[in-house]
């Protein structure tokens, strides 16, 4: 597939260290195969999330020299706020130092025990936060949000049906709000169509509830919008955006992500008793309502970045590089989750290695031998991260999808970039049944995917001992 080609040129290089293959070697062993563990500049191709990863332009290291550090009424807040409004609609704009610092203040001052959150599904931190209040996180995403091969345009749609159910049997007193992350960071990266949004609305109205979007990659899901829902071929990516918050009645954001920087939040929306307090809290814990735990020139950086992520070469060139790297892989056998997501692509790796249990961590595996053969650094979202032992019966219980997500930075890796993680992808594919099983020798009670440390079982040198192996020479 041809896709447009990169829409900027490079002015500053950050050289990458040659690292070989038996440093690598050392370092996952001594990182206990915990890819979390190993220092990243031993990595080549960093592909652990594209959270905080941007690269930004000229003109946001320009604004970051007009930043203004005065305590209170910083001038960048003032652009920032007004930017905000601009695309979101919401009067109400209160920056924080990252998303789940957004979601911690929203659920802080909505949610009581026992209250419940419908979304189409929770991203890790949102329903973390959801949860410290003692409330019920539910994902209520369509059915075949959940199948990797059911190749259709908005896998991340919330069914109203589900929704709908969940309202009449908690009743809309236990709901205080309905989340909908767009795109959807969990189910694969997949967009919410404009008719899903309203379809939810609609559901929303008649019990009364707010609507409230987890917007991180807004701009991505308003482009697949543009490209795929009947009717958006020629509205403005900026007009869809509008439209599809003029639904709602507010959100939080991680700006790390289609923000275009390395750091930032906010929270915005239409209920002013909720902003107030909201913002008596943030001053608590974050700091004056006119900088919420960053700094002016951060604000200034966030503002020009939420203008940029909106322009439509830059999107036809993101969306594209992400679907390039899918489309090689699928021509060359490799399942991974259909269609491709905005922002990654994930790898099956239930099907890729069919030879490995669930029981003994496939996905760390292909993570485990990306890094140590070629250098790459993916993230494994399966029975390493997902995976606990049954609180009755103590039984192991796994997650239905077993994948390793490719995460691409926005705009820092070339296409040729691509190229290469892909030939290496495809190279262990080819190799695959040299993979082995991996068990646990140590883990944390909660969240044990960041600490835990393994073992390789029957460990098999994969490449190494593999004649007419490519060699990559930027890692040798
Ligand atoms: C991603 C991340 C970043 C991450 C988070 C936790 C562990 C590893 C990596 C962050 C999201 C997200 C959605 C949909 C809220 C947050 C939190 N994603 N909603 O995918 O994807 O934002 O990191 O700014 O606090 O790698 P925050």
Redesign the pocket.
Known sequence: MRFPAEPFRIKVVEPLRRVTREEREQRIAEAGLNIFSVPADTIYVDLL????TSAMSDNQWAGLMLGDESYAGSKNFYTFVETVRDIFGYPHVIPTH????A?NLLFTTLLKKGDVVPNNIH????RANVEAQQAVALDLVVDEGLDPTADLPFKGNLDPEKLDRALAEHGPERIPVVML?VTN?SGGGQPVSIANVKAVRKVCDRYGVPLFF?A??FAENSWFVKQREPGYQDREVIDIAREMFSYGDGC?M?A??DGLVNIG?FLAMKNAEWAERITNLLILVEGFPTYGGLAGRDLEAIARGLREVLNEDYLAFRVGQVAHLGDLLVQAGVPIVKPVGGHAVYIDAKRMLPHIPQSQFPGQSLVVALYREYGIRAVEVGSLMFGHKDPKTGADVFPQLELVRL?IPRRVYTTEHMRYVADSVIQLFNEREKLRGLRLSYEAPVLRHFTARLEEIGRADVARSTPGRVEHSATR
């Open positions: 999330t594209d959270s905080g990252q998303g789940r610092m979601e991203f890790d931190t949102t992350t960071n987890d991180c990659r939080t991680s790390k992500k939040g995460a």
